[in-house]
């Protein structure tokens, strides 16, 4: 079972267009992380939500943190093909004396010119 | 370094060889994370390194796997005996904050392939 549900899965989308994907979660989380890994690359740090309904623009990209802190989203709006890569959100969890970061499996985005 | 420098970038070898993976971190970060990525998949935490707290070893799938920061800097991440299910990127960051919650860095990770 994963803490962190991410979809869709994959997404296949032309330019233009505009797409949302979603973070999710039964458990609250303190912040969430957005990462974004470009093929044969290793992930890149977009945003990180601390506040229950924060909302963050980074230029075409809208990122959200539900009002419980359970779930997030990130709407783009006219996707790019250099959008293309694999979208992972990630949150810290407490479990006992130990803090992880956990990682959702990621939303894989192709935006065709 | 400016980043995270992972060597080699590429390894192929042999089923049953040992492998060395190594990470040199952004220079002043504490927190050193070795995770394992399996085609188009998210990533599968192995260790996590923090100053010279012990070792989050939690991860690691078998004993077959080990991995050593020595000086608080440089990792290297040891697979012996190596099986194709072993075959994945193997990616290194690092981070400055503690508590395993900050921003990562990450490398451009190590691809092996177990023949």
């Known amino acids: 079972t994963q803490l962190l549900e991410q979809s869709p899965q994959f997404l296949s989308i032309q330019e233009g267009e505009n797409l949302t994907v979603y973070c999710n979660s039964s458990s609250v989380f303190s912040s969430l992380q957005w990462y974004r890994q470009e093929p044969g690359e290793g992930p890149v740090l977009l945003v990180t939500?601390?506040?229950g309904g924060e909302v963050k623009k980074l230029k075409r990209l809208t990122f959200q943190f539900g009002d419980a802190r359970k779930d997030s989203s990130l709407h783009i709006t006219a996707a790019q093909p250099g959008d293309t890569g694999l979208y992972l959100c990630a949150g810290p969890f407490y479990a006992g004396n130990n803090r992880k970061l956990i990682w959702g499996l990621g939303t894989s985005l192709a935006v065709n010119p | 370094g400016a980043g995270v420098s992972q060597s080699p970038s590429n390894k192929v070898t042999e089923k049953g060889k040992d492998v060395e993976l190594r990470c040199d971190p952004i220079?002043?970060?504490?927190?050193l994370y070795w995770y394992r990525q399996s085609l188009g998949q998210g990533l599968e935490f192995l260790i996590y390194f923090q100053g010279n707290s012990a070792p989050d070893k939690s991860g690691l799938p078998s004993d077959r796997f080990s991995a050593e920061r020595t000086g608080g800097s440089v990792s290297t991440l040891t697979i012996q005996r190596t099986q194709q299910e072993d075959s994945a990127v193997y990616l290194c960051a690092s981070s400055r904050r503690t508590g395993n919650t900050g921003e990562l860095f990450f490398g451009e990770g190590s691809r092996l392939t177990v023949l």
């Open positions: 220079s002043g970060h504490t927190a």
């Open positions: 939500v601390v506040t």
